[in-house]
């Protein structure tokens, strides 16, 4: 059984940094594409970046990129997302997720991912 846990979230003024991170268990890590997901208040559930198998590929929405980088580490079953620069609208409940398929980290919506883990909550404040 898979599971992802992603921690690092916490409550910061605007231009302030965090460092999500997110450990996998179970299954094959270093075959899976893997991204972070965020959910707004209210909102529907968004991705925020996707990194492929081997960590060649990345991808980043706009609204993120430049300020959020994501990696992995093979040896560690690890993912990370550091973010400078938050801003208020950056405000959501982070998810990390993981695809056995799509593993070239072309997922771009929740369905393209198959593990999910609980959210990590990320409040910026103005």
């Known amino acids: 059984q898979v599971q992802l846990v992603a921690s690092g979230g916490g409550w910061v003024q605007a231009g302030d940094s965090l460092r999500l991170s997110c450990e996998v268990s179970?299954?094959?890590?270093?075959?899976?594409?893997l991204a972070w997901f965020r959910q707004p208040p209210g909102k529907e559930r968004e991705i925020v970046a996707a990194?492929?198998?081997?960590?060649?590929?990345?991808y980043y929405a706009d609204s993120v990129k430049g300020r959020f980088t994501i990696s992995r580490d093979n040896a560690k079953n690890m993912v990370y997302l550091p973010m400078n620069s938050l801003k208020p609208e950056d405000t959501a409940l982070y998810y990390c997720?993981?695809?056995?398929?799509?593993?070239?980290?072309?997922?771009?919506?929740?369905?393209?991912?198959?593990?999910w883990g609980h959210g990590t909550q990320v409040t910026v404040s103005s």
């Open positions: 990194i492929s198998w081997s960590g060649e590929k990345r």
């Open positions: 179970g299954g094959h890590f270093s075959t899976y594409a």
């Open positions: 997720a993981a695809s056995q398929y799509l593993v070239e980290g072309s997922g771009r919506v929740p369905v393209d991912y198959d593990f």
